[in-house]
């Protein structure tokens, strides 16, 4: 039992190859959402526009209409104009803007901070 549990097999050896099968099967067919590791403001809601407070901060997080490739300054401004026309929020008071994207690397959004 103690050989098991401290795994002291030999590399190469039949028991270290299911080891390393058990390891990839695990990596490979688990769920990505299982593990709940994307923070609330980077998540893009259906409606297009939500808003999250964390430590202080009002964060809000913009869908863009149609996924894009690039992080541009004119994405970046049309972020920023929906906010201002649905929420109210002037440009100039927000401080940070991060990118969000999906699973396949298309940037679907972006979370932008609310200067307090």
């Known amino acids: 039992m103690k050989r098991?549990?401290?795994w002291t097999?030999?590399?190469g050896s039949f028991q270290w190859d299911i080891l390393c099968l058990l390891i990839l099967?695990?990596?490979f067919i688990i769920p990505?959402?299982?593990f709940h590791d994307v923070?609330?403001?980077m998540k893009v809601s259906d409606t297009g526009l939500r808003e999250?407070?964390?430590d202080g901060n009002t964060i809000f997080t913009v869908k863009l209409d149609s996924p894009r490739f690039l992080d541009t300054d004119e994405t970046r401004t049309t972020a920023r104009g929906m906010l201002e026309h649905s929420r109210g929020v002037k440009t100039a008071d927000t401080s940070k803007i991060y990118?969000?994207?999906d699973w396949t690397g298309?940037?679907?959004g972006y979370a932008i901070w609310k200067e307090n």
């Open 4 to 6: 098991h549990l401290l």
């Open 32 to 34: 990505r959402d299982t």
């Open 25 to 27: 099967a695990f990596l």
């Open 9 to 11: 097999y030999d590399r």
């Open 99 to 101: 990118a969000i994207r």
């Open 106 to 108: 298309r940037l679907i």
């Open 52 to 54: 999250t407070n964390k």
């Open 39 to 41: 923070p609330d403001f």
